[in-house]
């Protein structure tokens, strides 16, 4: 069973303070079930009509309703432009299982793009008419190294009446795809770049609303997140050792921790002054850990750094202050790019330094942050578990 790894974001049309784009994702045992649907028009209406499309076709699809009762049930739900004859909201399904299998279920949206190692992935496409709408099924295998795209319109008219006169159109997104298909770049990375692109386009005033959906699956990548010494300190090497001998990698946050580590390893820890700024302590380098930084400042900086990359609407410069050489971008994009599944290892020693007068530190509040990294690691669709050691 593999891993599927999810990716997607949007840019409102120019002088709107909403997007009338929306995707919705639902996380299932064996699959993920995704809708990408486009409001009639822009702004909150557009918003509107794009939400309840997309929240009506997920949910029903969860339940096990069939792709007629859904259309049907959206079609009977939401209105239909009286003046212009035209649908409420195009829309994208996609279904799919941990085993690779995909169904998908295309109205009216740009065609999906599927690409493998420079090229296209062919899939056959099934005509079928519901409530006189014409929608385009089809059911193939996603491996692991292929890559599916979805997008609204605004990313193919990308650029029209400015920089290119019949915008970004299928063919050269789909060239565009192909070209980076074989470069391994994540999901985050792939829907960065397209968005990126159709900015310059726009010229930094989209047209329309612009969402990409990116999708691939892989083999499940797990990070164990040690912060804080065990409450008894006898059990320093017995705990290090069980999260060593976990699956996945290990990044070790704080330092008397990281001196906890290192010391039960034997190891000397090398401190990486080039990767101190301002704000954040420098990082600290252990062999066998993927990651050492310091604690509570670094997780509360890299916190803020995933919350602002959930924020609705793409933004450049979260990007890329996710690949700064500091260790709150290198935490946090370790989470969001490379992390299925996270453990949070909480040790519960009150650490001595943190009851300073120069230095209040409540005991809780180490505990609550890093369950706050959790909650907002798990909303976007990775497994969070939390131990307490």
Not at 185 to 200: D, F, R, S, W, Y
Not at 218 to 235: A, V
Request: with cysteine; aromatic share 6%.
């Amino acid at each position: 069973m593999y891993y599927i790894d999810t990716a997607y974001n949007s840019i409102h049309k120019f002088g709107e303070e909403l997007c009338g784009d929306h995707i919705e994702q639902v996380n299932l045992k064996d699959s993920k079930i995704l809708v990408l649907a486009d409001g009639m028009g822009s702004g909150v209406k557009a918003n509107i009509l794009a939400t309840l499309t997309s929240k009506i076709a997920a949910t029903m699809l969860r339940e096990g309703a069939s792709l007629e009762e859904t259309i049907d049930t959206i079609s009977q739900t939401l209105p239909v432009c009286s003046q212009r004859r035209l649908a409420y909201s195009t829309f994208t399904i996609l279904k799919v299982f941990r085993d690779g299998r995909v169904y998908v279920a295309e109205f009216d949206n740009p065609s999906i793009f599927i690409v493998k190692n420079g090229d296209n992935v062919p899939i056959e496409k099934t005509k079928k008419i519901i409530n006189d709408k014409t929608i385009y099924e089809s059911t193939f295998v996603l491996d692991d190294e292929s890559l599916l795209v979805a997008v609204s319109d605004g990313v193919i008219h990308a650029g029209v009446g400015r920089s290119l006169s019949l915008g970004w159109q299928w063919d050269n997104v789909n060239e565009y795809l192909k070209e980076v298909s074989d470069d391994g770049l994540t999901t985050t990375a792939v829907t960065g770049n397209i968005l990126e692109i159709c900015q310059k386009l726009y010229e930094n005033q989209a047209g329309d609303d612009t969402t990409v959906l990116a999708v691939k699956i892989r083999e499940q990548e797990t990070i164990n997140l040690f912060s804080g010494p065990p409450k008894n300190p006898d059990n320093d090497y017995e705990v290090i050792k069980e999260i060593l001998e976990a699956e996945g990698k290990v990044v070790v946050c704080g330092g008397t921790t990281a001196s906890i580590v290192a010391r039960t390893l034997d190891e000397e820890m090398e401190v990486s002054l080039d990767t101190m700024t301002p704000d954040i302590p420098p990082i600290g380098k252990i062999p066998r850990i993927e990651l050492v930084t310091e604690g509570v400042i670094t997780i509360n900086k890299a916190i803020d750094l995933i919350k602002s990359y959930q924020n609705p609407g793409f933004d450049s410069k979260i990007v890329e202050k996710l690949h700064e050489k500091n260790g709150a971008s290198m935490l946090a994009s370790l989470l969001i790019e490379n992390c299925d599944k996270l453990n949070i290892w909480i040790g519960q020693a009150i650490n001595p330094a943190h009851q300073e007068g120069s230095f209040p530190m409540d005991f809780n509040f180490k505990i609550n942050q890093l369950r706050e990294l959790g909650k907002i690691v798990e909303k976007m669709g990775k497994e969070v578990n939390i131990m307490y050691i």
